[in-house]
């Protein structure tokens, strides 16, 4: 009878124990679950860039016209990695580079060769405008640099600039025609080096990845200087961003010219 009674005191024990170590067990996997869950699900929307000059858009991406001199430049790429970026832009709907590679393939060229033939291939597609940009530098090694020329080619200067009910409202008369610069002439047009060993562009590679949720990787905000294709993203964004903003520097000069000076003369 005491031996029974020592064999299942012991089997209690036992069980005990088993128990508290799946507990253990199970509360490990639960803590490391929710930290994997955390991160993962820790997804930040891209911040959207503005476009209060242009309105409505349908833009077309040319492929990347490589002048870098680099043999590392893929041009497609570059221009996917840009068409991805463009998708952020407020009210812009984008048309890939694989369509304007097939109007280009169908012309028997291989990239966009004037003015005059960007606004073809646009109308060709359809397009509001198309976006043809040039790699002026490319060293994709940590610390990386990336030059980009980028002109927004539509079918007049400021043709495209939509009809803003509370602007013109606040001008008490209709403004006139804008678009009397040629309209080969590019939209908007920016050009810039991204150099990541500058401060500058540093703290804007920072700043880019926080909007991208670049900290839930192990390598933090540097993921955007260690990785090629993550630098060049960073480098259309902030192309676009330029863009966007000298759209809208242009309409605004060309509203403050047509309004009345204030003396009346």
Not at 126 to 149: N, R
Not at 206 to 211: D, N, V, W
Request: aromatic fraction near 8%.
């Amino acid at each position: 009878m005491v031996s029974a009674i020592m064999d299942e005191s012991q089997s209690l024990e036992s069980r005990r124990k088993c128990v508290a170590v799946a507990a253990v067990l199970f509360c490990t996997v639960l803590l490391f679950s929710g930290i994997g869950c955390q991160r993962a699900n820790y997804v930040v929307e891209p911040a959207r860039l503005a476009n209060d000059a242009f309105g409505p858009l349908i833009i077309a991406v040319a492929p990347a016209i490589n002048v870098s001199g680099s043999s590392d430049l893929d041009p497609n790429r570059v221009a996917d990695l840009m068409a991805g970026e463009l998708s952020y832009v407020d009210m812009v709907d984008v048309i890939p580079v694989s369509r304007v590679l097939a109007v280009l393939t169908d012309q028997e060229r291989r990239r966009i060769e004037s003015p005059a033939h960007a606004l073809e291939v646009a109308r060709i597609l359809g397009a509001d405008a198309i976006l043809v940009f040039s790699v002026t530098e490319y060293d994709p090694y940590d610390p990386p640099v990336v030059g980009i020329s980028a002109q927004l080619y539509g079918r007049t200067r400021f043709g495209l600039a939509r009809f803003n009910p509370q602007r013109e409202s606040r001008r008490g008369s209709p403004s006139p025609d804008i678009g009397f610069i040629s309209p080969l002439a590019p939209i908007a047009q920016a050009q810039r080096v991204f150099n990541a060993t500058h401060e500058w562009g540093s703290s804007e590679v920072q700043r880019f990845a926080r909007m991208r949720c670049a900290d839930c990787g192990p390598l933090g905000w540097r993921k955007y200087v260690a990785s090629q294709q993550a630098y060049v993203r960073f480098c259309c964004y902030k192309t676009l961003e330029s863009l966007m903003s000298a759209g809208s520097d242009k309409i605004a000069d060309a509203e403050n010219k047509s309004l009345p000076n204030a003396t009346g003369s």
